[in-house]
């Protein structure tokens, strides 16, 4: 299926009017892990949920993985499948869209970072987008970095005369979804690992 990101792009689903859940359905989360140069990231310990499931934005929800040798994880979970209308390119038509959020937790400059993607199923393709979320004092991942526009610069919004980053420690690098005749789901990511300039 073709992805969507160079015509559309996810920035562009704008707002979501209704959501709807329905039944569970079995999901495969195929998740790679590579360097800037394309090389695969083996041994790098994970944790990948499906935003569906139950507490997904807690410490403790999903499995914990290891990448193997190629840099990847796969992880099966049977969860729910959103359904939601979301605004494209024109502001006054909604499209349909299936959703499924995927949280990947990794380091970020030693603190627990859940990365969170939304991939968009809609008549056309799919969108993809993804945040960071820091973990807050009481487990869950819910605090975003901070961003500074003059510097397009990010930075832990509790440590307010910490360290600006240059980017928020990974990129999405492709993303798609897709639904078997048997009603199971299977998703397929690419995270690029990035390494940090420093803006002070």
Partial sequence: MTHMRALLGWSLALLVSTA??????QIDVNLRIVEKTGQPIAGMDVRV???????????DAGKRLR?????RVVYRVDAPIVTR????????????SQLIEVGVEMDLLGRRALYWIE????SAGVLGGMGVFLQRRGGK??????????????SFPDQPNGMMM???GAKLRSHDMKQAASGAWTVDLVLEKESFKMMR
């Fill in 20 to 25: 709807a859940t329905a039944l569970a359905a």
């Fill in 49 to 59: 949920v499906v935003g569906s499931e139950k507490a997904s934005r807690g410490p």
């Fill in 67 to 71: 990448t193997d040798g190629g840099g």
């Fill in 85 to 96: 209308k979301v605004k494209l390119d024109n502001v006054f038509a909604r499209h349909s």
């Fill in 119 to 122: 991939l968009d199923l809609v």
């Fill in 141 to 154: 991942f819910d605090l975003p970095p901070k961003y500074d526009r003059s510097g397009h610069s990010w």
């Fill in 166 to 168: 240059s980017g928020i």
